[in-house]
Nanobody
Framework: QVQLVESGGGLVQAGGSLRLSCAAS????????VGWFRQGPGKEREFVAG????????YYADSVEGRFTISRDRAKNTVYLQMNSLKAEDTAVYYC??????????????????WGQGTQVTVSS
């Protein structure tokens, strides 16, 4: 079975950086995408970034474009989210997700098939 384990969250001051990791296991299909979502206090879960596992193409939400970078290490079966210039509004639980197929730009959470448990990111202003 597919398992996704996030790590790297924590408390950081505004303007600082964090790197989240998502370690994946149990994935037996060849075409899939990995994404990061987040859910802030009292907010809906929203798409942050996606990456095509095979080709490495990436896509970002407008709110993080230019500040966040998604990448993957195929040898380690791990996806990263490098977050720079963090703002208070980036405070959220960050989730890693996997969807079958190659559409890494899918923003609707119901079309992602597997989810991690999430990691808390808190940005103090």
């Amino acid at each position: 079975q597919v398992q996704l384990v996030e790590s790297g969250g924590g408390l950081v001051q505004a303007g600082g950086s964090l790197r989240l990791s998502c370690a994946a296991s149990g994935i037996t299909f060849s075409n899939y995408a990995v994404g990061w979502f987040r859910q802030g206090p009292g907010k809906e879960r929203e798409f942050v970034a996606g990456i095509a596992w095979s080709g490495g193409s990436t896509y970002y939400a407008d709110s993080v474009e230019g500040r966040f970078t998604i990448s993957r290490d195929r040898a380690k079966n791990t996806v990263y989210l490098q977050m720079n210039s963090l703002k208070a509004e980036d405070t959220a639980v960050y989730y890693c997700a996997v969807r079958l197929g190659t559409d890494y730009r899918e923003k609707r959470r119901q079309f992602w098939n597997y989810w991690g448990q999430g990691t808390q990111v808190t940005v103090s202003s």
